[in-house]
């Protein structure tokens, strides 16, 4: 009897479709998140995320339309991450759906909005997402803004340190060196945000192969995300799952 | 089918849970009207957030009151997350006790783990002649909790029939669902814990209608 590790698919999406291109078969639109959304979820995932990358902020009606139609339809738990910039934001994610709210940039400028939600949410609900990359700050590694293309100017694990203290329930650790190489996740990095949180991690960014995941959770994540050899079913989430298991680690079956 | 009103106190993901039960063919209403959460067939108690802040917010809208006097009736109520929490005597918060609204007796405490929250797909030991888990067996479901209960203290004897306690392990044995007269709760998120928590709630709203 012992909590599974988790395994998650991540949908980056544009104005409410799909970026990235999916190549599942048997969906009638390939583009729309909660069709692919339920799939997964037929597929064995643990949880989904969705990041919103939808560059107006004009169109918050889409994304909370797009959270509303998966809640409605899928019972995991849904992470919403992308554009988070206010405790009104996280109200309206979870209102309409989400379990839980991942922020990123919007922390980063304004730590307090993370003490804020936490305080009226709970902890629970509330992701620090984070984009790392090697630096040559304290740690050797900071923090990005704008999905990986500025530099925040912080050392990552100092800030990482300080939003969970501010009520960050969860680290969605995403390594912008890793990211799109599919060479496998930075276990170092994993190593060292372990080392000096108590909350759950999720690794993200550099998964390719199979291999890949167990090394991630063996460095001190409890949950494994991928993006594209999910998408474009190089790997489903079955295989690694039976992957995991067979390196020892309890799935959900 | 019945009518469940799912308790609308506080913030949080509410619609999930009128969707889910709503899968079972019941009728759902979100709210916090005081009679509409006391006619209904079934009450269902949602509860995200710190202990102290969701128990304060739930009796701001007599939610402790439409409870004692649904139980008094043997009226069915459920309890998920904090909203099971809450049912308890009282809980610990920064090192001090906060009331809850005393159904049962026991104490909410953190659990010892060395990662927390404990999110993520669990299994539980389900209590013997369970109607909750009723045609589930082997399935895991999804926690999310830093809190629980780690001793039950209830004891009944004599004519009242005696609690059923489901349990489950995170660093150490915590109780994930009771089943107790028309009181029942889970510590999980039936929610989101996929067929096996659709299962689950089928059972409860079976159970609601058997008793209208």
Redesign the interface.
């Known amino acids: ?6 395994v998650i698919p991540c949908l980056d999406v544009d104005n409410g479709r799909v970026v990235k291109g999916v190549n599942f078969v048997n969906l009638r639109d390939a583009g729309d998140p909660v069709e692919l959304a339920l799939a997964y ?1 037929q597929a064995g995932a ?1 949880e989904l995320v969705y990041l919103d990358i939808t560059a107006s902020s004009g169109n918050r009606e889409t994304t909370y339309d797009m959270v ?1 139609r998966t ?3 899928l ?3 849904l992470t919403v991450g992308g554009g988070v910039r206010a405790v009104d934001d996280v ?1 309206r994610l ?6 839980k709210v991942g922020i990123n940039t919007a922390g980063l400028s304004n730590p307090d909005l993370i003490t804020q939600a936490a305080r ?6 509330i992701v620090l997402s984070v984009d790392v990359r090697r630096a040559d700050t304290e740690s050797g590694f900071e923090a990005t803004t704008h999905g990986g293309r500025q530099s925040s100017g912080r050392d990552a694990l100092e800030w990482i340190t300080e939003a969970v203290e501010r009520g960050a ?2 680290v969605l650790l995403n390594s912008m060196d890793a990211d799109g190489t599919k060479n496998g996740y930075d276990l170092d990095l994993i190593h060292v945000v372990r080392e000096r949180v ?3 991690v999720i690794a993200s960014g550099g998964a390719g192969k199979l291999e890949d995941f167990a090394p991630a959770l063996s460095a001190g994540a ?2 494994v995300l991928a993006a594209s050899v999910f998408h474009f079913g190089e790997l489903t989430i079955r295989d690694v799952k039976s992957e995991l298991k067979r390196s020892g680690f309890t799935v ?1 079956d | 089918m019945p009518d469940i009103v799912v308790f609308d106190y506080g ?6 849970a009128q ?2 039960l709503e ?1 079972t063919g019941a009728h759902v209403t979100i709210t916090s009207d005081f009679d509409a959460a006391l006619a209904a067939d079934g009450l269902f108690v949602p509860g ?3 202990f102290g802040a969701c128990a304060q917010q739930l009796r701001s809208v007599r939610g402790d009151q439409i409870i004692e006097r649904r139980l008094a009736g043997g009226r069915p109520v459920m309890g998920i997350c ?1 909203g099971m929490q809450v049912f308890f005597d009282s809980g610990t918060e920064h090192g001090t006790l906060v009331p809850g609204i005393n159904q049962w007796p026991g104490q909410v405490v953190e659990l010892k783990a ?10 539980v ?1 389900a209590a013997q002649k369970s109607a909750m888990f009723q045609g589930i067996s082997d399935e ?1 479901f ?5 809190f629980a209960v780690t001793q039950w203290e209830l004891d009944v004897s004599g004519a009242f029939t005696p609690p059923l306690v489901t349990w ?3 660093g150490q044995d915590f109780v994930a669902a009771v089943e107790n007269g028309p009181l029942w709760a889970t510590q999980f ?1 039936p ?5 096996a ?2 299962q689950l709630l089928a059972n409860w709203v079976a159970y609601v209608e058997s008793v209208k």
């Open positions: 009897m012992s909590l599974a590790v988790r979820g643990d509303r809640a409605d339809q019972f995991i738990p109200d979870l209102r309409a759906g989400a379990d009226k949410f709970g902890n629970q609900c329930g969860e108590g909350v759950p409890d949950a959900r | 913030s949080g993901n509410v619609r999930s969707r889910a899968t995200v957030g710190a904090v060395d990662v927390l929250p404990h999110m993520g797909w669990n299994t030991t895991r999804y926690f999310v909790h830093s489950s392990h995170y998120h929610e989101k814990s996929g067929d928590g659709l």
